[in-house]
């Protein structure tokens, strides 16, 4: 089946910095990624939907320049999370839908996820 | 709006047990319905799905009913193996929510010798 690999699977870092999240999407071509967060217990939220080559669509609540999405190929989208605080430790997943894929199959590809942990 | 309620994990049981995990849900119109696994290390893959009422989606052994009139969608198999051991997620589509997929909060099982 179509893999999509998440890098790096573990970062930890210090209140302030920025982090990046990629998630590719390794053996077809990804015209719709989406990012999820994942807090321990909890389902997966849907942050934001990005499609290549343009502006992503952030869902409520979620602050877009906190949280930076760049979809600029079909096999590449990246998550920054800017000035990043313990709050935002979470699990971020990614997951992409094909080019050729229906919109009501539900047949997304995930990425391995993310753990990020700010101190 | 869309929501998807499992039961709380971790469900542990013994190999070759029964397995039932409950997903109801909320949702306008005719929702798909699907469930999702993630093994420990792994992204989450779609292991079945129903897409109308009365439906039932079935791979690897496992088996769901779309049960419209209860508004469920368990997950089932009458045989667990320690390779079943994973996390489990019921999840639902629906024109009406943009189609997006909601999940719920997801159910560890953990299967023992």
């Known amino acids: 089946g179509a893999v999509v690999s998440q890098h790096p699977s573990r970062v930890i870092c210090k209140s302030g910095t920025s982090v990046k999240i990629e998630c590719r999407s390794l053996?077809?071509?990804?015209?719709?990624m989406f990012w999820y967060r994942q807090f321990p217990k909890q389902s997966l939220m849907l942050m934001a939907t990005?499609?290549?080559?343009?502006?992503?669509?952030?869902e409520q609540g979620v602050e877009k320049d906190k949280f930076l999405i760049n979809h600029a190929s079909l096999t590449l989208s990246t998550l920054t999370v800017t000035s990043a605080h313990p709050e935002d430790s979470s699990f971020y997943i990614c997951?992409?839908?094909?080019?050729?894929?229906?919109?009501?199959?539900?047949?997304?590809?995930f990425g391995e996820g993310s753990r990020l942990t700010v101190l | 709006g869309n929501s998807v309620t499992q039961m709380e994990g971790p469900v542990t049981l013994s190999e070759e047990a029964f397995l039932t995990i409950n997903c109801t849900y909320t949702a306008t119109g005719y929702p798909s319905l699907f469930w999702y696994v993630q093994y420990p290390g792994e992204g989450l893959q779609l292991l079945l799905k129903?897409?109308?009422?009365?439906d039932k989606g079935s791979n690897k052994g496992f088996e769901a009913t779309y049960r419209k009139e209860t508004t469920s969608f368990h997950l089932e198999k009458g045989s667990v193996q320690v390779s079943d051991s994973a996390v489990y997620f019921c999840a639902l589509i629906n024109t009406g929510g943009g189609n997006k997929l909601t999940f719920g909060t997801g159910t560890q099982l953990k299967v023992e010798l």
């Open positions: 997951s992409a839908r094909g080019s050729g894929g229906g919109s009501n199959t539900g047949e997304l590809f």
């Open positions: 053996d077809f071509q990804a015209t719709t």
């Open positions: 129903a897409t109308k009422a009365d």
């Open positions: 990005s499609n290549e080559g343009s502006k992503a669509t952030y």
